[in-house]
């Protein structure tokens, strides 16, 4: 069974910095692509990056150029590293990966999350 854990969340300053990690572990799944979405409060969740296998990256109008994703790799292990963090990023983070299991079935597996607090 694929479990996907997210690490790294807690409080932290307004103009600082996060650094948040994914394992994907069990199975032999192939990841395709990971990512991260976020979810505040009152808020549906949305995508905040996302990198494929080859490389390729995207970035939300709201994190792009202060927010960096690594991931979907051989290793099963990702993450999205954020500087000049803000209000509005507090959020709870979420790994989202999509791959395939047993290099036949497609899956898309989620963490339960790590909540991310900044203060001002």
């Known amino acids: 069974q694929v479990q996907v854990v997210e690490s790294g969340g807690g409080s932290v300053q307004a103009g600082g910095s996060l650094r948040l990690s994914c394992v994907v572990s069990?199975?032999?799944?192939?990841?395709?692509?990971m990512s991260w979405y976020r979810q505040a409060p009152g808020k549906e969740r949305e995508l905040v990056a996302s990198?494929?296998?080859?490389?390729?990256?995207k970035y939300s109008d709201s994190v792009k150029g202060r927010a960096f994703i690594s991931g979907a790799n051989a290793r099963r292990t990702g993450s999205l590293q954020m500087n000049g963090v803000k209000s509005e990023d507090t959020a709870v983070y979420f790994c989202?990966?999509?791959?395939?299991?047993?290099?036949?079935?497609?899956?898309?597996?989620w963490g339960a999350g790590t909540q991310v607090t900044v203060s001002s």
């Open positions: 069990g199975g032999t799944f192939s990841i395709t692509s």
């Open positions: 990198v494929t296998r080859d490389g390729s990256t």
């Open positions: 989202n990966v999509q791959g395939y299991i047993g290099g036949i079935r497609y899956s898309e597996e």
